[in-house]
């Protein structure tokens, strides 16, 4: 199947469609790993880079801390924010294709 990418940053020519249409993963998610008879919370979120998407993961702080409850709340902010700019800039890309097809 030949397509445009849309959800990449510079729509290129007509191409092979990639697996998954080219959309980048979103997603986010905080886990607590047990090391040593201690639990310490983690951050992870899907991150692209130029050979694909992998989980990143980002270490908050010990559970049970008041500050690793703010960190965890500053990072999940963080992560929402840039993932609604993100498809809020995929809507654009579509409409803007869709109305170019008018």
Not at 13 to 34: A, D, I, K, T
Request: glycine share 8%; hydrophobic share 35%.
């Amino acid at each position: 199947m030949r397509a445009r990418y849309l959800h990449t940053r510079r729509p290129s020519s007509w191409e092979e469609l990639p697996p998954f249409g080219g959309n980048r993963q979103l997603g986010c998610g905080l886990v607590v790993r047990r090391i040593k008879g201690h639990r310490y919370l983690y951050f992870w979120a899907y991150e692209e880079r130029s050979w694909g998407s992998y989980r990143k993961w980002t270490y908050v702080g010990r559970v049970g801390r008041s500050s690793t409850r703010v960190r965890a709340h500053e990072l999940l902010i963080t992560y929402h924010l840039r993932a609604k700019r993100e498809v809020e800039r995929r809507v654009n890309v579509l409409q803007s294709a869709a109305m170019a097809e008018r």
